[in-house]
Nanobody, 126 residues
């Protein structure tokens, strides 16, 4: 599975941005998809995930009430709508795909995903 993430860029504090992640394989292969972010010197941080079978979602603490993960009808593209962005959201954002229909509770772990995209930079600055 090849994942292509795009939509990053420079945005002012308080602004919004939508990231997209396109997967190359048919939807039957992927079961869960997630977004993580990473800044230099820090571990990869869980942002949001969606289980494609029932579109169940879960969010990291930093994303709750500000970010929304969703998928298109064909489940080939996953979006991360980000609002009320602040400088602490600056990071490289990675999308990931997992092949097992994990329970929601484990989707925050990087080990639930086998495939990763190349990342897209999000910079929040005035």
């Amino acid at each position: 599975v090849q994942l292509q993430a795009y939509g990053g860029g420079l945005v002012q504090p308080g602004g919004s941005l939508r990231l997209s992640c396109v997967a190359s394989e048919p939807t039957a292969v992927k079961k869960v998809m997630g977004w993580f972010r990473q800044t230099p010197g820090k571990e990869r941080e869980f942002v949001a995930a969606i289980r494609l079978s029932d579109r169940g979602t879960t969010y990291g603490n930093s994303a709750k009430r500000r970010f929304t993960i969703s998928t298109d009808a064909a489940k080939t593209t996953v979006y991360l709508q980000m609002t009320s962005l602040n400088p602490e959201d600056t990071a490289v954002y990675y999308c990931a795909a997992g092949m097992k229909n994990w329970i929601i509770g484990v989707l925050s772990s990087t080990s639930s995903y086998e495939y990763w995209g190349q990342g897209t930079q999000v910079t929040v600055s005035s």
